[in-house]
């Protein structure tokens, strides 16, 4: 299922050591802490594999009700945090905005020892929600929402406060699958980020600001949001194709499909489209999934690139209304786990991540004087 590795952006190197997950070894495409996330996702709320990514095993029911009780008694965000997501603007981007709302955080709640990191953890699982929904709805609707809801999940806190109602049943366990397929993925660039940030002996919430920016980009989080853009384009399966074949002729980069380690398929896209799928016959689609099923199938046909896990996200949160902006800061909310964790476990064996440069540049000259420049 892994790709054979080589050549630029670091591929096929070894870049340190990991328990927490494994990516595209054969017979399991994804596995976190030993468990296929086919069965995570089939089996558990999210809130238990946060747990589990986060404290190193399944919880109990006991457990798991403690800790979502626990999450639940934090959403709650300091008036100076809410003063500075009023200050920002209704076009700005989310993801800027949760960069900065983490940022924020971390000046009134700063992590002063690493044995605070499990404590600051969850509580920026509980709280990333508020934050976004928070600067959502001040900025779009000039409402300032009440973020402490008694929703029983994170992923039904998310779309409350984003609807102004309690969320159905269907979205609300969408919400667990999406949150779960998100939530770890080994090395990649922001975990990556986020590993060199811990390395340096840096506070939790450096390292997650510092991932949310590499997150943001097209080429890694941001793909979500570029598939939807994309898709939202084509008005029939058949306009899809022609397009498509279009872009390929021109080179052009297809978001949401392709990936630097799968070779085959991303194991989380099939789960992920069964429920893209579930949505779209309850809100009536005969648009966007065929449309989608047809991106999958050309770019099959004709380069054997695959979707990743971000391409039938773009029409599963547009059948629940998500707007599109908001896709990216949902990976967020859920890759905070994997984050975190990557950060502990470097914390627990580090030695600062300082790699050498092949130096490409001038041989050694001497510096003129400024008259003598051109
Ligand atoms: C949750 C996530 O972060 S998943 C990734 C989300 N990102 C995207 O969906 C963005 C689109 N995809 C891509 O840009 C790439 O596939 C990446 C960034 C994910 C992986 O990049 P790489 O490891 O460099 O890809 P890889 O080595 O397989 O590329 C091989 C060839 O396929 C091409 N290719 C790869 N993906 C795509 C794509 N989505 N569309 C068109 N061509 C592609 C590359 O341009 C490359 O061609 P070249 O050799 O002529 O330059
Ligand atoms: O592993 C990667 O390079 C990107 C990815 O799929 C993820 O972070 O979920």
Known sequence: MAKVLSGAGLRG???????????????????YRGYDVKDLAEKCEFEEVAFLILKGHLPNQTELNDYK????????????????????PADAHPMDVLRTGCSMLGNLEMETEFEQQQSV?????ACFPSIICYWYRFSHDNVRINVETDDDSIGGHFLHMLRGEVPNELHVKVMHVSLI????????????????????????????????????????????EAAMEMIEGFTSADHAEEE??????????????GHAIYSESDPRNEIIKQWSEKLAADVGDTVLYPVSVRCEEVMWREKK??????????????????????????FVMSRL???????????ADNRIIRPSAEYIGEDLRPVPAIEERG
């Open 244 to 257: 498509m074949m279009g872009k390929l002729a021109r080179k052009e980069k297809i978001m949401g499909f």
């Open 69 to 88: 009780a626990k999450l639940k008694g934090l959403r709650g965000l300091p008036q100076a945090l809410k003063d500075v997501l009023e200050r920002i």
């Open 13 to 31: 190197q070894v870049a340190g050591k990991t328990a927490l997950s494994t990516v595209g070894k054969s017979g399991s495409g994804l596995t």
């Open 305 to 330: 690139l695959f979707c990743n896990a971000d391409f039938f996200h773009a029409s599963a949160y547009n059948f629940m209304q998500i707007p599109t902006k908001l896709f990216t800061p949902i």
């Open 337 to 347: 786990t994997g984050w975190a964790a990557h950060v502990m476990e470097q914390r």
């Open 121 to 125: 953890t969850d509580r920026m699982l």
């Open 181 to 224: 397929l998100y939530a770890e993925h080994e090395f990649n660039a922001s975990t990556f980020t986020a590993r060199v940030c811990a390395s340096t002996l840096s506070d939790m919430h450096s390292c997650i600001t510092g991932a949310i920016g590499s997150l943001r980009g097209p080429l890694h989080g941001g793909a979500n």
